[in-house]
Nanobody, 124 residues
Framework: QVQLVESGGGLVQAGDSLRLSCAAS????????VGWFRQAPGKERVLVAA????????YYSEFVKRRFTISGDNARNTVYLQMNRLKPEDTAVYYC?????????????????WGQGTQVTVSS
């Protein structure tokens, strides 16, 4: 069992940066693959970035590539999403999720555990 808690969201202006944190408890986050998803009002929840510790691989969606970075701190059992050059279209609730087993999970159904989400709002 894994509990995930996101933090770090807020209201920023276009071009600013934010770092989201996903703190894991109950089991180390580093035995799972972890993904960051986002859901804008009226839209589906989509994968933003993911990391698979076993393969040491990462994935980024096209709309955040070269702006966002996913990383982790084993000692703090925390996964981060560094978001740079934010755009108004990045406005959404951001969720972290943990996937059992190896490999990147590209679909919501791949993930067994979810955090409660943190709101990111980017003004123009």
């Amino acid at each position: 069992q894994v509990q995930l808690v996101e933090s770090g969201g807020g209201l920023v202006q276009a071009g600013d940066s934010l770092r989201l944190s996903c703190a894991a408890s109950g089991s180390t986050a580093f035995t799972y693959s972890v993904g960051w998803f986002r859901q804008a009002p009226g839209k589906e929840r989509v994968l933003v970035a993911a990391i698979a510790w076993s393969e040491r691989t990462t994935y980024y969606s096209e709309f955040v590539k070269r702006r966002f970075t996913i990383s982790g701190d084993n000692a703090r059992n925390t996964v981060y999403l560094q978001m740079n050059r934010l755009k108004p279209e990045d406005t959404a609730v951001y969720y972290c999720a943990a996937k059992l087993g190896n490999g990147i999970g590209y679909n919501l159904r791949d993930y067994a555990y979810w955090g409660q989400g943190t709101q990111v709002t980017v003004s123009s």
